[in-house]
């Protein structure tokens, strides 16, 4: 061997393994940023979102008919409310109700006096003010009818 002959080396392979730990640093790398990019948008639309429905009030079934055309009619007592009670809150719940409980029609009340009322004429003479009192509204086929007896 001379002096100038160049000494051929065995060219070192390359790792797969540092170089696949690489790639993948990068992607999740890029993935993070890309994400925090995109959750603050919805953090945006989460703070300006309607907050969530209320719950339903305490309420209680008196009495719950299926009748022969299919539908289901039911009278429903919810004595934390009024005939003062705004409209749009009396449909709102009215219907809500009316879901989680599987009918379509049904009349409301907050005292049992009115429903006694609504369906007895003798006690409706008994208690000649019962409905106008307590008589909160109907559904029929989920559409709101506000009661005569409410003062507007």
Known sequence: MTGKEKV???ARPITWVPMGLL???GIVVVVLILSEKEVA???AIAQ????ALEELPSYQILDLTDRLDGKRDADVLIVSFSTTTPREKRESV???????EGFTEG???CT???????YSDSYSKAHPR???????????GMRFIESSYLRE
């Open 107 to 109: 009349s409301f009340y």
């Open 41 to 43: 948008p919805i953090k």
């Open 23 to 25: 790639i993948i640093f």
């Open 112 to 118: 049992v006096d009115a429903y006694h009322a609504n």
């Open 8 to 10: 051929k080396r065995k």
């Open 48 to 51: 300006t979102e309607k907050p």
């Open 130 to 140: 019962a409905l106008e009192e307590g008589y909160l509204g109907r559904l029929e």
């Open 94 to 100: 009215f219907k809500r109700i009316a879901k989680k």
